[in-house]
């Protein structure tokens, strides 16, 4: 079972590259961020609360996304090959209630992919998508803020598993083929 946490600034490509990598490797998606936009679609009462921290570019409460997440864990984990977890954990908090959850599980965290791409680039990339995506974060000003929390709150969590030798850093620039090749190489490793 190989348990992998796919981490890195907004628009860095975790989406894109967490389809490749479950199609090659079989494993669960879970994505906090799909989990938030399916309620808000639904307008549900979590969906309506959470709405109104996404598209001010800030975190959602911890509370909020464990509630939403452990139990989508636990279940994916059964008999699985394992999960891929996108966009959580996303401070150090999460990492630490992410590691007891999996502790009492008794499976462990496997790998922390880090996708770096240059800042511009990651604008870029968000605008565009901006123009279609109908996300209630993809514009300018929000896209400021989402980077601004992800350095401060988000980028600490590398160190968490690098103190762990769980690390590995991508370069996340160039064709979506070339940077799933990078990842794969680093999958591959682990296996
Ligand atoms: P979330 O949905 O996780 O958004 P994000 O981290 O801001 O990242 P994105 O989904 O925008 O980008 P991505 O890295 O997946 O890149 P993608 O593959 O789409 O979170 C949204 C919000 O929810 C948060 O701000 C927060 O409020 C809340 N939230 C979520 N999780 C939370 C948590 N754990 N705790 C608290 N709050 C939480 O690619 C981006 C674009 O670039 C796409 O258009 C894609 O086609 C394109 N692209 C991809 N790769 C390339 C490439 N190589 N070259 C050119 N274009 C590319
Ligand atoms: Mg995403």
New binding site residues.
Partial sequence: MLNIIIC?A????????SDLIVEKYRLKHL????L??KEIARKSDLGIE?ES??NK????P?KM?FDILSKAIEEQTKNSKGIIL?????NVA?AEALESLMNSLNIETGLLLD?QVDKDELVQ??L??GETSGRC?DNLITIKK?LE?YETKTAPVSDFYKNKNKYAAIN?M???DE?FGRISTVIDSKL
């Fill in positions: 890195g907004p628009g860095c490509g975790k989406g894109t590259q994505s906090t961020g799909d938030l936009r959470a921290f996404i570019g800030n975190l959602v911890d996304i996108d966009g959580f954990p996303r999460q996708l990339r968000l565009k998508r974060d989402r929390v996340g160039g064709t979506v940077i």
